[in-house]
């Protein structure tokens, strides 16, 4: 494995593209290369050129639901469809629609930065990619300035058979089946052991992939893994009348197995290089609870900065959590809190001292004195903000409940992932990183390649019965 993140200055990026030219353009390594050349500082130019050979889009060119304006996402055809006179219509253009809202008094500057980093989005999402990048292929963006967003328009493959006599309204606000709302669904059968796990194991690939060119996702949540339908799972509208993802219909595990091989990655929060220092677009407030209980406790609120891609490996920590005991994070929040000690043995040592720069803000924000064990923080799923002591309360309650079942449930080498990515953060230099620091060598510790070491192989091992 070549963590192609590395190659930092473009004339070594240029001398390895050069390198790789004859390979396949979705072999790993050449896909990687390009992917790292999206960030390289001619990368401007290029992106720009590129930029001017993607098909302008316009609101107007789709059928949008009503309610499109807030909707955060949903799926939608061009106003115009090609029939081919089959009673049954495969309806392969789809596009899924994803709101990237921007302050409406943002500095013409800032918007310029976010608007560059839509235009690397797309460019990413366009690149060929090895078969083992699942991620939706971009076809370009469009700019919503009543709405003060920009939508990411992504051809999102699917087969939705309807008969000519009945056509879906335009109204209809249509979205994917996610992860979350398999996890959440009361009816949809729960896939075997060895389907989660294959599942668990590719979507790590993917982000390995990523990673490893030294791109971050920054929105890493079980509802931004998203399921493409087939003639077997048909995806038709909520009959709920709500913006629900709606469920496949059939019931049967091998039914379900299929599904989850269909996963595609989503969600990119104006997806990043892992140098870029500057985070213009994060969430200043915690009141998206349902989004927050994901970032790292480090990265919460007006205090976040620097995010970088250990938080990433983090909140997939919490999705392999999701996938393993196929329940919500959000389960834990309603759980029994612990006693006050081990909520303090589980503060990990940056968070504590954070917390002490900060003085007495944290512990008016989360209820927790400064330093104390002797107040709990108190969670629960109808809370309204979410700050550091929150998330510090909620990782304990995960990594005690990973401790005591996953190695049972799932075996050893998916728990050891699960602990990997929860406690990236904490100041593990991991095993290479460690080894080299003993024995004097100056050489970078990589994230990007522990990770691949210590989640992709165990996983992929995993994955094929090797628990």
Request: hydrophobic content about 40%.
């Amino acid at each position: 494995m070549i963590v192609v993140g590395s190659a930092i200055d473009d004339a070594s990026l240029q001398l390895i593209r050069a390198a790789v030219r004859s390979d396949p353009d979705t072999s790993s390594l050449r896909s990687g290369i390009e992917r790292r050349a999206l960030l390289g500082e001619q990368s401007s130019s290029e992106v720009t050129a590129a930029m001017m050979h993607v098909e302008p889009l316009s609101l107007s060119m789709f059928d949008l639901p009503d309610d499109f304006p807030t909707a955060a996402r949903f799926l939608a055809q061009k106003t115009t469809q090609p029939d081919d006179g089959s009673d049954s219509i495969p309806l392969l253009d789809w596009y899924l629609f994803e709101r990237k809202d921007f302050d409406p008094n943002i500095s013409p500057e800032d918007k310029q930065k976010l608007s560059s980093r839509m235009q690397r989005l797309v460019m990413l999402l366009r690149k060929p990619r090895s078969p083992a990048f699942m991620t939706p292929q971009a076809g370009g963006y469009i700019h919503d300035a009543s709405s003060s967003c920009w939508w990411l328009v992504l051809h999102f493959p699917l087969e939705l058979r309807l008969s000519l006599h009945y056509q879906l309204p335009s109204s209809t606000h249509l979205t994917p089946v996610s992860l979350l709302s398999l996890v959440r669904s009361k009816t949809a059968p729960k896939p075997r052991l060895e389907a989660r796990i294959a599942l668990a194991s590719a979507i790590c690939t993917t982000f390995s992939e990523l990673y490893t060119s030294g791109w971050l996702h920054k929105g890493v949540r079980s509802d931004n893994i998203l399921f493409r339908t087939s003639s077997l799972d048909p995806l038709l509208p909520s009959t709920t009348g709500g913006n629900q993802s709606p469920l496949p219909r059939q019931d049967s595990p091998s039914h379900m197995a299929t599904l989850l091989q269909s996963f595609l990655v989503a969600g990119f929060d104006y997806s990043r290089q892992e140098s870029e220092g500057a985070t213009i677009d994060k969430a200043k407030t915690s009141g998206n609870v349902a989004v927050a209980m994901y970032r790292h406790p480090n990265y919460q609120g007006d205090a976040a900065q620097g995010y970088n891609v250990q938080h990433d490996m983090y909140s997939l920590g919490l999705v392999l959590v999701e996938i393993a005991l196929w329940m919500l994070i959000s389960s834990f929040l309603d759980a029994k809190p612990a006693a006050a000690a081990a909520a303090a043995a589980g503060i990990c040592s940056s968070c504590r001292k954070k917390r002490g720069r900060r003085g007495s803000t944290s512990a008016r924000a989360g209820g927790q004195a400064d330093g104390s064990a002797s107040s709990a923080v108190i969670l629960s799923s109808d809370m309204k903000l979410f700050h550091e002591p929150h998330a510090v309360e909620l990782r304990r309650r995960v990594l005690s409940r990973a401790d005591s079942e996953l190695g049972f449930r799932v075996g050893s080498k998916y728990y050891g992932a699960v602990k990997f990515c929860l406690e990236m953060d904490d100041g593990r230099l991991g095993a290479a990183g460690a080894a080299a620091e003993e024995d004097g060598l100056a050489i970078p510790f990589h994230p990007a390649m522990e990770f691949y070491n210590n989640v992709v192989v165990p996983l992929a091992s995993a994955s094929h019965g090797s628990l």
